[in-house]
């Protein structure tokens, strides 16, 4: 991937150039929290315009990084097109990371029971995991641990990012959102 001529929106994003989707989403998401109305850490440092202005260059950066360098892939982290018959992958982790899990295991032909044995998680752990059934699943430092071995173990990048990814979601759920 050619990045030379986003640095510029890599580097208003405060991202590495050649950062992953992933990569790109969390630090969307994490500046969108830092500069939007409600946040207390930009208050004090900036009146409402430049505030409101920053916000649109963090967001016309990010439309234009996921326009041009991930355009059309309908998979996420370089992972290549399916085959016919195949299940395509969420195109976005931070939507369904479950599904992105399972698609990835299936992809890799792994049953939960092979996961398992490589992971030492618990195979209905690990269908939890895929189907969020947070209510099911162990505290989040656990959980965390999980993921990762998960990922791990299919040899997923950004593997500490789709943990984040993944334990973010989980609160969003558990607190009715």
């Keep these: 991937m050619n990045t030379d001529r986003f640095r510029e929106e890599f580097r208003l994003l405060r991202i590495e150039p050649g950062a992953g989707r992933l990569e790109v989403e969390r630090a969307y998401q994490k500046l969108r929290s830092v500069y939007g109305g409600e946040s207390l850490a930009t208050y004090a440092l900036l009146d409402e315009g430049d505030r409101r202005d920053r916000l649109e260059a963090i967001e016309a950066a990010y439309q234009k990084l996921c326009r041009e360098l991930f355009s059309g892939a309908t998979q996420f982290l370089s992972t290549p097109d399916p085959q016919p018959g195949e299940v395509p992958l969420p195109a976005n982790p931070s939507d369904a990371p ?28 690990l269908e939890n995991i895929e189907r969020e059934k947070f209510e099911r699943l162990p505290a989040p430092v656990y959980l965390r641990g999980f993921i990762l071995e998960y990922a791990r173990a299919l040899g997923l990048p950004d593997q500490e990012l789709l943990a984040g990814v993944y334990l973010e979601r989980r609160q969003q759920k558990m607190e009715g959102g």
């Design 98 to 125: 479950g599904a992105y899990l399972k698609g990835c295991r299936e992809k890799s032909g792994l049953s939960l029971k092979e996961l398992a044995a490589i992971t030492k998680v618990s195979p209905l752990q």
